[in-house]
């Protein structure tokens, strides 16, 4: 099974792309992925077919993909901030985006632009004798 702490550990692990397309354990889409998920691949790029034509994940470039892994169930195809899981069994797919957290100096912008949206209600103190 694919945990959290798995993914992490995946984005880690393969944080840049190969020197070379021909690092890639291509062979793992072809042994288990070929048939459910019309696997094709040209001199450029990787084409899923059980992926909505429309999708950004229908085609990749094979130079953008870091690695090819292989779990009980799924083939992962690790991209720099997603993973595709692709299942072994049937025509499913999974993909993981990685969501990067916020810089401080953009929550502060954010917070700043919220505020001048949004202020608070003034009160107005006035002399009334």
Do not use: C
Not at 9 to 23: K, L
Not at 28 to 41: C, K, M, Q, S, T
Request: proline content about 6%; glycine content about 2%.
């Amino acid at each position: 099974m694919v945990t959290k702490k798995v993914i992490d550990t995946i984005y880690r692990q393969f944080n840049h792309p190969p020197q070379s397309v021909d690092e890639l354990n291509i062979g793992l889409l072809f042994d288990y992925a070929i048939e459910n998920h019309g696997i094709v691949i040209d001199e450029n790029d990787l084409y899923i077919g059980s992926v909505d034509p429309k999708s950004p994940f229908a085609v990749l470039p094979l130079d953008r993909i870091h690695e090819i892994v292989e779990f009980d169930d799924v083939i992962a195809i690790v991209l720099h901030s997603s993973i595709i899981f692709l299942n072994k069994h049937n025509s499913d797919v999974n993909v993981h985006i990685r969501m990067t957290p916020p810089s401080l100096w953009s929550r502060l912008k954010s917070r700043l632009s919220e505020r001048r949206r949004n202020p608070k209600n003034n009160i107005m103190l006035t002399d009334e004798a």
